[in-house]
């Protein structure tokens, strides 16, 4: 007797594999460094930072964001620029970003609103620099035809 497989599993299978062998290239030391070079000054969450829950939400954002760019890394192997293909992902990208920044609005109190802006801006330039190593990586293992 066979065991019957579905499409759908099979591709969720090929998917999960191919994440755990992108995440392979990422060093927790620098997920740490980039937290602190990106939320470490900042008046909120300088005294948050320390705070694991946190801390592991910034790492969270980072990796969804890392695997977001190693996703789509496959059409700038194609012939797209990056800008097109970061076209294609920018609902996904601002959905990590706004999860990022009403999480860290949420502990950070209500002595937020004057400075909300600027870690508006802190969150889009720490999912998109996330994002760009991602991509970088994934563009590279097809390349190598690691994929």
């Known amino acids: 007797m ?3 497989t579905t499409l759908k599993e099979k591709q969720r299978e090929k998917q999960i594999n191919y994440e755990r062998s992108v995440l392979r290239d990422l060093s927790i030391n620098l ?3 980039r937290v602190k070079q990106f939320f470490g000054s900042f008046r909120v969450s300088s005294g948050m930072v320390m705070n ?3 801390e592991e939400a910034c790492y969270d954002v980072a990796l969804e964001s ?3 760019g190693a996703k789509f890394s496959k059409f700038g192997y194609y012939g797209e620029s990056i800008e097109e293909v970061q076209e294609r992902c920018l609902l996904e990208e601002k959905h990590l970003i706004d999860t990022l920044y009403n999480f860290l609005l ?3 109190g209500e ?3 004057t400075l909300s802006e600027s870690l508006y ?3 889009e330039q720490y999912v998109h620099v996330w994002w760009r190593d991602g991509y970088e990586k994934g563009e590279r293992r097809h390349k190598l035809r690691l994929h």
Do not use: D, P, R, S
């Open 106 to 108: 949420y502990w950070g």
């Open 121 to 123: 801006y802190m969150c």
């Open 111 to 113: 002595e937020e609103g």
């Open 2 to 4: 066979n065991v019957i």
């Open 31 to 33: 997920l740490k460094e």
């Open 66 to 68: 890392y695997l977001l």
């Open 52 to 54: 694991k829950g946190i």
